[in-house]
């Protein structure tokens, strides 16, 4: 039977287990899930010597505090995360981008995420977990995914399986840089919106609302106003589109989205900056800069490359 | 039959069948969504059929808007796709702690609470899609005088089982999820299964719908 795990003393806020999601589901209303940001979910699982898509435990604001027990497994920490290693006689603080051992005993205090909100938690090892839909991803408004779709509890035990033997150690140099100025495709209903409200969009500042999750992140900021109509057919959505109901604030899909809505779509934010923006926390500030499809598309293959290189690093 | 197909984003094929919502533009959106799933193209990630709209989303890594368009536009989409219709009943309890619209749909109707309840319960719906939320139906059409806009700023929180009407439709909250329609009663029934992999949704495009009304004891009562 398996002996490795951790015992979960503090679950944290938004505690769950998340892998690349799963496709082809928008139909019947569930949407890709996944890890929200998917450059820090891979570099994490490299850094522990795992194949890039494993299961790992993404965490928001506050993270868990984890107690070990089992044969020495490697841990690493990826995002903008502050972090404590306690041992029996010692207690030494950690750097993201690092991998570390844990023994028997030991405890991992992720304390929080430093003006960032996801951070990601890989162990050289199998975490086990449930899979639907060929993938762990947890969605708790469909209760779907890994640990009967919900975050992880107070108190729940998490076991590991296959561990690594070859615990070698491994870093990147890397630090998280953030964006003030989100790139958008203007959206299939830009011309519902007036003029003033066009401009205001392109040029005016939002501020991220604490009304922000998964699903979703809402905006406040002057009002967009809408000359067509304030409702469309509801159709299809995708992570990034920024839809704007009546009451003219923005709001932004993010990974776990309602599949389908029924508020004008603005803009869609450009794939490359998708990994950057929901690491934005209440309170920040952003400005949307509108691009063409073309520049959109080369943004993506230069991020996508940057992603590739930083693995390649590891 | 495809009227326009434009971008969403730099990741997804919009594709435009008309702007009306009826039963045959709904069907040319389905033929094509059942077309495309059968092709099974490299890259393309998710198919999402809405009433008269088809978006189709991709990998970036592998493919991109042109390439898409040109296999999307190239396309032999079969009509003999005959949608498999169900008939299903869904009991719903309009107790005034579920009904939360009810008085907002009473003023911008003009109608009574029992003359809203008596056309909706007598009525048979067409569901049209899936989703917002796993497994929600979409399901038309309600007539005129039922009509109502959606909340203006949509609830964070609508609880799962609600039964709600925006425009000319009827759908079911599957679970507690933000929302803004206007919700007239809740269902005890469970309309969406994960456990159920190959078949999670009790009500799939092309199904007929009819509500029924049921009390409070029943709805506490129900065997779920």
């Known amino acids: 039977m398996n002996k490795n795990y951790f015992e979960i003393k503090r679950a944290g806020i938004n505690t769950t287990f998340q892998d690349k999601g799963r496709d082809n589901l928008y139909h019947i209303g569930i949407p890709f899930s996944g890890a929200m940001d998917n450059r820090n979910f891979q570099i994490s699982n490299k850094l522990v010597g795992n ?4 299961p790992i435990i993404e965490f928001a604001y506050q993270g868990p505090l984890l107690k070990y027990f089992g044969e020495n497994i ?90 690594n033997k070859n615990l070698s150690d491994k870093k990147l140099n890397y630090i998280n840089t953030k964006i003030e100025n989100i790139r958008v495709i203007q959206g299939t209903n830009f011309d519902y919106f007036s003029d003033k409200g066009k401009k205001i969009f392109f040029e005016k500042e939002f501020v991220i609302s604490k009304l ?31 839809q704007v109901p009546a009451d003219g604030n923005p709001i932004i899909m993010l990974s776990d989205h309602g599949t389908i809505g029924g508020y004008p779509k603005i803009g869609v934010v450009i794939s490359a900056d998708y990994d950057k923006l929901v690491q934005l926390t209440p309170g920040s500030k952003i400005k949307f800069k509108k691009v063409e499809l073309a520049d959109a598309e080369t943004l993506f293959k230069l991020y996508d490359l940057e992603t590739e290189n930083l693995i390649s690093q590891i | 039959m495809i009227k326009n197909i434009s971008n969403l984003g730099d990741a997804a094929l919009y594709c435009d069948f008309g702007s009306e919502v009826n039963k045959e533009i709904n069907s040319k959106v389905i033929q094509y969504f059942k077309s495309i ?9 998710n198919l999402t059929p809405s009433y008269n709209k088809l978006i189709i989303s991709f990998d970036l890594r592998k493919k991109n808007f042109q390439t898409i368009k040109k296999l999307i536009e190239n396309l032999n989409v079969t009509n003999d796709d005959k949608l498999d219709t169900n008939r299903i009943k869904i009991p ?3 107790d005034e702690n579920f009904s939360l619209d009810i008085k907002r749909l009473e003023e911008k109707l003009q109608l009574t609470r029992d003359k809203i309840y008596e056309k909706f319960f007598g009525k048979e719906f067409f569901c049209y899609m899936t989703g917002f939320i796993a497994g929600m139906p979409f399901l038309g059409d309600l007539e005129n005088e039922l009509q109502a806009k959606r909340l203006e700023t949509p609830r964070v929180k609508v609880p799962k089982g609600s039964v709600g009407l925006t425009e000319q439709f009827a759908n ?18 469970v309309i969406f299964d994960s456990t159920n992999e190959n078949n999670p949704n009790l009500i799939n495009p092309g199904d007929l719908v009819t509500f029924e009304q049921i009390t409070k004891d029943q709805y506490y009562n129900n065997d779920e």
Do not use: H
Not at chain 1, 51 to 54: A, D, G, Q, V
Not at chain 1, 114 to 133: H, P, R
Not at chain 1, 218 to 235: A, C, F, H, Q, Y
């Open chain 2, 37 to 45: 799933q059968k092709e099974n193209i490299d890259g393309v990630n």
């Open chain 1, 74 to 163: 490697n841990f690493a920490i990826t995002g903008d995360v502050k972090f404590i290693i306690k041992k029996k006689n010692n207690a030494i603080e950690g750097n993201c981008y690092q991998s570390f051992t844990l023994e028997n005993g030991d405890e991992l205090d992720i304390i929080s995420t430093n003006k960032s909100v996801y951070g990601y938690l890989a162990v050289s090892g199998e975490f086990d977990v449930n899979y639907q839909w060929s993938s762990c991803s947890v969605n708790t408004k469909a209760n779907i995914g890994a640990n009967n779709g919900k975050k992880i509890k107070d108190g729940q035990n998490i076991y590991i399986s296959n561990i």
């Open chain 2, 172 to 189: 079911v909250y599957t679970f507690e999820s933000p929302g803004g329609w206007n919700i007239i009663g809740n269902t005890p029934q």
């Open chain 2, 92 to 94: 719903v309890c309009c």
């Open chain 1, 51 to 54: 194949e890039l898509n494993f």
């Open chain 1, 212 to 242: 922000s999750d998964r699903m979703g992140m809402r905006l406040e900021g002057p009002k967009i106003e809408n000359i067509v109509d304030t409702n469309i057919k509801s159709e299809g959505l995708l992570k990034g589109v920024i």
